[in-house]
């Protein structure tokens, strides 16, 4: 008689994909109805104007607008694109427009938006969003930025749609994602901390989600959950954000008021900020008050040091006349930048920053620098600093060659400890817009 039962090969395949499957569905139903949070009800507000005020100033220190106003677009309406490795996302309308923006959210709505990740119609957020960071946020400083959102000019713009690949464009998947590497939860105070290091801890893990560029992220665009700031290349931005520990190549060296006047206006006697950092400096930290800039600065310098990173010496091995190299490169600064940064490094802070001890030149990678030389730019525009000075671009009058042996020769005088630059990794940063 023929058996009908299955091979137990077969069998085995089976029971362990039903078992993946059910693992799948239950993992999904866990993340669709547990809602952490809902618990923590709205605060009733006695002055509701100083309310709007407070929320004005929290969304500043989130950089909301940032990240939801297109160039050239009303303020808060989106459609700003946002690159990452999976596609692009589209910032949102998040102006009080009823029909295309967040005009028919409610306080709770938008609480569950900030603390759980979910849209208004429950759905899975991609956290793009920093609501990993936004989490951290209190129930009352979230309906503060609330009801300023509700105050600013409605504009009727419809949301565009992300452009990401397959899978990333199936947002269930992000319960998976969400299982993985999102913890809900406001902020909790240390107890034996001063209330200042707290309230700077508070703004760099939540509003200021700095850990969103000052950290390194894994393959699915995760950052460490316990939110280190120990630097790492911004994928599809490639620009370098330095290590903000107290570690050598991190911020060992600065004094807090000089981290404060960084942060305040764009430049200090350390080094000056550029690239996505400008942004931030504009848009977000020059507007917050002493005390909260001078709460950051204590909270970042009390971080404790994390191992040294090494210097991409890959390329820098394959380099044989190293002595040759830093000739020319020293010849070119000499010719070229020593004006402005000076023969011995120091530069004329803060108005032209010291490239000796710069932290954001000796980073791993080598791009900070290699992109500045290439197109120069400028510090932002802050009210502390409303007339920076520029620096030009070398780009279009040196060839990569040149390009290659000026940086390394930055990143490795005067006790620098970068390392040197290969002329196919200029070749590569050429190739990258110029924002
Ligand atoms: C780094 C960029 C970035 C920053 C900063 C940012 N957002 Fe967003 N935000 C996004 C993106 C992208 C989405 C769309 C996410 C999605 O479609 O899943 C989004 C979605 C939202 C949504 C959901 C809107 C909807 O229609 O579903 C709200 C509400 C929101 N953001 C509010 C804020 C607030 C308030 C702040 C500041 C505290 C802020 N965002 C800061 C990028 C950002
Ligand atoms: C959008 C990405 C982004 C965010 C968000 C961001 N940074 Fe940065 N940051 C950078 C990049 C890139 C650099 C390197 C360029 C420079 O030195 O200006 C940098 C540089 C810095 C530096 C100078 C470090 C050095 O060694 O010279 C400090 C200090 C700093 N950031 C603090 C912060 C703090 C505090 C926050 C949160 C409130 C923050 N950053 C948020 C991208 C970011
Ligand atoms: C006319 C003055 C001037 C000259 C010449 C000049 N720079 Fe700069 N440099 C600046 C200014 C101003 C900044 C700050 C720009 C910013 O923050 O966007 C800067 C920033 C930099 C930075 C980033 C460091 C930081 O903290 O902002 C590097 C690296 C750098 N310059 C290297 C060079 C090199 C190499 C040369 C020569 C090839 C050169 N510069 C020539 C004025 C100059």
Redesign the pocket.
């Known amino acids: 008689m023929k058996s009908t039962r299955l091979h137990p090969a077969l069998r085995m395949l089976l029971l362990a994909l039903g078992l993946l499957f059910a693992l799948v569905l239950a993992i999904f139903a866990w993340q669709l109805l547990h809602e952490p949070g809902r618990d923590i009800q709205a605060v009733p507000v006695a002055d509701a104007a100083a309310q709007r005020v407070r929320g004005e100033y929290l969304a500043r220190a989130g950089d909301c607008m940032a990240c939801h106003t297109a160039r050239g677009g009303a303020a808060l309406a989106g459609g700003r694109s946002i690159p990452t490795p999976f596609g692009n996302l589209v910032s949102p309308n998040i102006t009080p427009d009823p029909e295309t923006g967040i005009g028919k959210w409610s306080a709770d709505d938008f609480w569950r938006a900030m603390h759980n990740g979910r849209g208004r119609d429950g759905r899975f957020l991609y956290p793009a969003f920093p609501y990993p960071n936004y989490t951290r946020v209190t129930r009352e400083d979230s309906d503060a930025i609330h009801a300023w959102l509700r105050s600013v000019a409605p504009v009727r713009q419809a949301n565009a749609e992300h452009s990401l690949r397959f899978p990333y464009n199936q947002r269930w998947l992000l319960a998976g994602w969400r299982a993985l590497y999102f913890r809900p939860g406001v902020f909790q105070a240390d107890a034996s901390a001063t209330p200042q290091l707290n309230r700077g801890a508070y703004l760099v893990q939540g509003l200021g989600h700095c850990n969103a560029c000052h950290a390194s992220r894994n393959l699915l665009g995760a950052t460490t959950v316990s939110g280190e700031l120990t630097g790492g290349l911004i994928p599809m931005l490639n620009w370098y954000s330095p290590s903000l520990t107290s570690s050598a190549e991190g911020m060992q060296q600065w004094h807090s008021a000089d981290l404060a006047a960084l942060m305040k206006t764009?430049?200090s006697s350390r080094?000056?900020?550029?690239g996505p950092m400008?942004e931030v400096v504009r848009e977000s930290l020059q507007y917050l008050t002493d005390e909260d800039i001078a709460a950051i600065a204590g909270y970042i310098k009390s971080l404790p040091p994390t191992p040294q990173l090494h210097a991409d010496l890959a390329g820098s091995s394959r380099i044989r006349d190293r002595a040759g190299i830093l000739r020319l490169g020293a010849t070119?600064?000499e010719k070229?930048?020593a004006?402005?940064?000076g023969a011995d490094g120091h530069g004329k802070p803060p108005?032209?920053?010291p490239?000796r001890g710069?932290g954001?030149?000796m980073t791993p990678s080598a791009v900070?620098?290699v992109r500045?030389?290439l197109n120069?730019?400028?510090?932002p525009s802050t009210a502390g600093n409303p007339r920076?000075?520029?620096?030009?671009p070398?780009g279009p009058f040196?060839t990569d060659a040149e390009v290659a042996a000026?940086?390394s020769y930055?990143r490795t005088s005067w006790g620098n400890g970068g390392g040197l630059v290969l002329p196919s990794e200029v070749a590569k940063s050429r190739t990258v817009p110029v924002e």
């Open positions: 764009g430049v080094g000056a900020v550029f400008a070119l600064y070229n930048c004006e402005c940064h108005g032209f920053p490239l710069n954001s030149v900070n620098a500045m030389v120069g730019g400028y510090p920076p000075f520029g620096m030009p070398y040196m000026v940086v930055v």
